[in-house]
């Protein structure tokens, strides 16, 4: 490993000030929920672990750097999934009990990201520079996954849904946000070619229309934070792929602080019978829509496209 | 269809299957009943077997806690031994003493009966309904139910839920169904539960089981639209929603899953099943864990009242005599109640939380305002106690090791991660570090007066309200204790009988003085 390894400039100054100021309210809420559980020690190794692999991914001036970041990241994240569960007790499966399938699910998400940054890495020194597009669209595929966008888009609802909120703020802020990274990082391959930023755009702007539908029909305020957040992520694919990189950083700084302070403070339950007042009665803008169409648009994002089910079938145990 | 028979009365399970469900309201509040409600005509350690055995509901802390409990000296030796006497008899007494301080029981108990019967889709089919059928009525139902988590909120108001999903149904070019036949159903007439059942169990006998199995798996959200029905509490959006329909939705999901796994032709469940299972309702047998555990419950409800009682006997009006310990106990909010004089409470112990009602014994002779007070008094602190007494210890909470995962749904419940269930009882924090002990209702009259009071009050009044009172006095889901307004005698309601109550104020305050 030598210093030339790594690189340093401005992308990276933003994201390690994001990277600790997540990491920080991370651990400060792990702190107030987790401490006096026996999660406590495991959560804060965790963390750790993952802030070495985000620390690596971002500072690296390599494929093959960025590449063991990925691989730690992963695994880190794949241990956040799994953290409140206690493996002592689990010896026989319950009806009642999850089975292995949502965390399972974001390992085989990672472990193909990191094989498209593989082939990525293999094409680009043997296929050289005439053959950009598919190290660029390989570099793609595995920003998606890791973004949770198209065609990958289902793993961070559940992986939200089922971890601790400690956990979550790290995935939904800083995981997602990797795959940002890599495009920004990447730029200057695909930065001449026409298609592959088309195609970028595209894949965010579809991803974005899909998940800020989800998220209005959402009544659990873990997945619409997920989905919230993965609807800004496609709309930031808009804006890398348009070139505005500082535009992008911004809007990657204000969605992570915006998802955090969301999990963090989540609204209060209503009391029993308290005033159920009219704003709850307040008509949307899709009221005005008619009734066939309405009805239409609410089924199919209740179901989420039904993306979500499909994939969830080839991962039953 | 085959021609059944009708052994099955739809409003009868419909109701039964409300009294056993729990009560949930939204926002995780008071519910103002006793959570174990359809058990309360039995006598309280026979009704936490049950509970526990049939339901899987946990109804005492463990066995771990409570010996910490003694190790830590939070409970007494003498009363332990007290009430072993008491129990057990003074030639048992050591036997007894050897198993509930140091015998192991095996920690994992057996799994409880509901839920047995639709086990066998998974046994028999290879299928497991459940798997898919809950994460669609959970969303579906969270959506209709929501109070102000989405921003584009369920878009059929003011109707009632299957009305709703008939409609959305109807108009709607995608389904919420993947096969026809669940859809077609919906859409043309409104299927009866005992129709449905026919599909998918096929034998009578077997459909109120299959009902309580399929409805105890999700409880929480059963017990929320329970709740919501018996309040005729309309959502936010006036619309509406009843167990029965909740039934029927669930029952044509199940049969749209089932349709997709298995194909069109299927056979119900009932014609695989190798034997019949258990019956749900059958009488539970006493345990030796059970007896143990029910003793451990008496030794630190006791511990906890006694330095109360020993106050009161030691108390006359003449005599004022402050009390020197300066115990401070993490009492358990409503677990105390004292009817009489004002002067009976002023010796309470510090640290203990009393709820006194002022009454004078000497101008009730009868007993009749007696009557009145027990009425008003019993009911409200000792639902109010109960729910505190089965949120500590979890009671329907099967992944209560989960609670790090909770996510707010829609404004109005808090849901298990894993599962999706939502949570019933109370908040843990309201909980945490109290003693879950049963209300201690302290009267000063004569004994004999009580005794004919609550014995009036059992013979059974018209309405439910009233004679739940004396039902939960005589099965001691209240303590009953009795204070002699002269000779400053304790008498302890048990069985039915009023058995005199010794605590000795001298050793106690001495000891009490050594111990602090």
Known sequence: MFWSDFHFDGLTLSYLTIGLAMTMLAVWNGRKTLRGHKQWPRFIITVLFFCAGYGLAILSGGLKMLLLGWEIMGIASFLLIILHRDFKDSGVPTPGRPTFGIPAKAFFIYRLGDVGLLLAMWASHHLGRENAAVVSLLVLVTASMQSSQLPFCSWLPQALQNTTTAGAIVLATLTVQMGVFLLLRSYPFWEHQLSIRMLIGVLGFVAAAMAAGAARVQSSVKRRVAYVSMAHTGLIFIEVAAGFKSLALIHVAANAFLGAYRLLVPPALVPASAGKSAHLNKRTWEDRLPKKLKYTIYMFYTKEWGLYARLSKYLRP | ?516
């Open chain 2, 1 to 516: 269809m085959t021609a059944r028979n009708n052994s099955f009365d739809e409003l009868a399970v419909l109701h039964e299957l409300k009294r056993f469900l729990p009560a949930l309201s939204a926002g995780r509040a008071f519910t103002h009943r006793n959570p174990l409600e359809a058990f309360q005509h039995l006598h309280f350690h026979d009704a936490l077997r049950h509970a526990s055995e049939m339901l899987g509901y946990q109804t005492s802390l463990s066995l771990e806690e409570y010996r910490s409990f003694y190790n830590s000296k939070r409970v007494k030796p003498d009363v332990l031994e007290k009430v072993l006497v008491e129990k057990k008899g003074a030639a048992k007494t050591f036997e007894w003493q050897d198993k509930v301080l140091m015998k192991k029981f095996p920690t994992a108990a057996a799994a409880p009966r509901i839920g047995r019967l639709r086990a066998n889709w998974q046994k028999q089919y290879s299928t497991d309904p459940d798997a898919r059928v809950h994460p669609r009525l959970f969303r579906i139902l969270g959506n209709y139910l929501d109070h102000g988590v989405s921003d584009w909120s369920f878009p059929v108001r003011g109707q009632g839920f299957l009305d709703s999903m008939r409609e959305m149904e109807a108009n709607s070019f995608i389904s919420a169904f993947n096969t026809p036949r669940a859809r077609k159903m919906l859409l043309q007439n409104t299927p009866s539960i005992g129709d449905l059942l026919a599909i998918i169990v096929g034998d009578e006998a077997l459909f109120k089981q299959y009902l309580f199995d399929q409805q105890f798996a999700h409880r929480g959200w059963s017990g929320l639209v329970a709740t919501l029905e018996s309040n005729r509490n309309n959502l936010p959006n006036r619309s509406h929603i009843t167990l029965r329909e909740l039934i029927v939705f669930e029952l044509l999901l199940e049969i749209d899953v089932l349709d997709d796994r298995l194909g069109k032709q299927w056979e119900p469940l009932a014609s695989r099943l190798a034997s019949p299972p258990n019956d749900l309702f059958a009488p539970v047998p006493a345990s030796e864990k059970s007896e143990v555990l029910a003793i451990w419950q008496e030794v630190v409800e006791w511990s906890y009242y006694e330095e109360v009682l020993a106050g009161l006997s030691r108390n006359s009006p003449n005599q004022h005599n402050s009390y020197a310990s300066g115990t401070v106990r993490a009492s358990a909010p409503e677990s105390l109640c004292i009817i009489g004089r004002p002067s009976v409470a002023r010796n309470t112990p510090p640290g203990y939380r009393v709820a006194l009602h002022s009454y004078d014994f000497s101008l009730d002779r009868d007993g009749a305002e007696l009557e009145r007070m027990l009425e008003t008094v019993v009911p409200s602190l000792g639902a109010t106690n109960l729910e505190y007494f089965f949120s500590r210890t979890n009671f329907a909470d099967v992944n209560a090791g989960n609670a790090l995962l909770d996510q707010l749904i829609g404004l109005f419940g808090v849901a298990d991660g894993t599962r999706g269930d939502l949570r019933p009882g109370l908040p843990t924090e309201l909980t945490e570090g109290l003693e879950p002990i049963r209300l201690l209702c302290i009267v000063e009259h004569f004994h004999e007066t009580v005794l004919k009071v609550v014995g009036r009050r059992s013979v059974g009044r018209r309405s439910v309200g009233r004679r739940s009172v004396a039902q939960w006095i005589m099965n001691e889901w209240v303590h009953l204790v009795v204070i002699d307004p002269v000779s400053r005698e304790l008498r302890v309601l048990k069985n039915g009988e009023m058995v005199g109550y010794k605590s000795d104020p001298l050793k106690y305050s001495l000891s009490v003085a050594g111990d602090w």
